[in-house]
């Protein structure tokens, strides 16, 4: 006789007097199994050692226990932006936990997206998808609405269409490090933005408008200008913002902050006396610049983490309204910003 952890499932159907198909609802949990007979087949579980084999669980659930995570190639600068790793420990994180495989999707043309998209959707390869960031008429979003297959953004969606999503609140966080400034007499506050043809950027750039309003301040869009959350950008916005002459800068991101103090450094100004920076993301670097950069924290890997929760949660309970998550975020007070504390 086969080893008892290689039985079949008639095998064990047989010595539990019952049918395959009912030793298959019981091991994949299903309803429509009598409490009688669902412990014996259970005890004879028990008793043998058996131990169902992944993959045909699998297949006779019709799960994969595979999600995935696709980037699209709006977002550039995956590996050399330190918010992805965090996200994906969050991600993967909870993906252990839950015993399920992360799958990672990326593309780096039109083309490539035109070819990978379709197939990844409708050949059963995963059971839903993450999205790691989403840009205004992303192409992706329509296919995934029309395949029905269960997913979430990381991150608002721009579009009208009802969408489970992830996000921070990127409105109130911009809006605090700029009243911070305010109550602490800057008055020339920059914003270096980000795209914005994306949420993030919409609503961080819509925070530094807020916190102006409330104040009875004057927006001038000679302190708005365009950022792509690289350092590069910062470094270049910055160098603008000082011939409007800012005596403030909010960031869209820590990045983007670090590029601004390098361009104040060149030109000879002293940071926070003659300008003060913030940042938006609190990565491990900022605590180690010079100054200590002041910035919005918001919680990566605990974004990576809800990702996969919401997503569990829209694969097992489909139908209703979609899942929308806005998680906090803290001002970190450092001496970028001309105060220790608030």
Known sequence: MASMTSLTLEEIGR??????????????????????????????IQETGYRPHAAARSLA???????????????????ADPY???????????????HLALS???????????????????RGLIDGLIIASSVKNDPLIPLLLESQMPFVLV?????????????????????????????LGRRRIGHIMGPQNSAVGLDRRQGYINA?????LTVDESLIVPGDFSEMSGYQAAQHLLAAGADAIVAVSDKTAYGALR?????????????????????????????????????????????????????ENPGGPPRQVILPTQLIVRESCGARFP
Do not use: W
Request: net charge neutral; aromatic share 4%.
């Open 155 to 183: 991150g608002r969606p721009l579009s009208q269409a009802p969408i489970n999503y992830v996000d921070v609140d990127n409105v109130v966080g911009v809006q605090n490090a700029v009243r911070h400034l305010i109550r």
């Open 15 to 44: 010595l539990a007097g019952v049918s395959r198909s009912t030793v298959s609802r019981v091991i994949n949990n299903q309803e429509n199994v009598r409490p009688e007979v669902r412990d014996r087949v259970l005890r004879v």
């Open 84 to 98: 992805y790793p965090r996200l994906i420990q969050g991600m993967t994180q909870a993906c252990n936990a839950h």
């Open 263 to 315: 361009a104040l450094r060149e030109a000879g100004r002293a940071v926070p006396e003659d300008v003060a920076v913030i940042g938006f993301d609190d990565l491990e670097a900022s605590a180690l610049t010079e100054p200590p950069l002041t910035t919005v924290r918001q919680p990566i890997r605990a974004t990576g983490v809800v990702a996969v929760e919401t997503l569990l949660d829209v694969m």
């Open 61 to 79: 659930a019709q799960r994969t226990n595979v999600v995935g995570l696709a980037v699209p190639r709006s977002a550039q600068s995956f590996f």
């Open 104 to 122: 990672l999707f990326m593309c780096h043309s039109e083309k490539e997206e035109e070819d990978l998209y379709p197939r990844v959707l409708s």
């Open 212 to 216: 102006h309003v409330e104040r009875g």
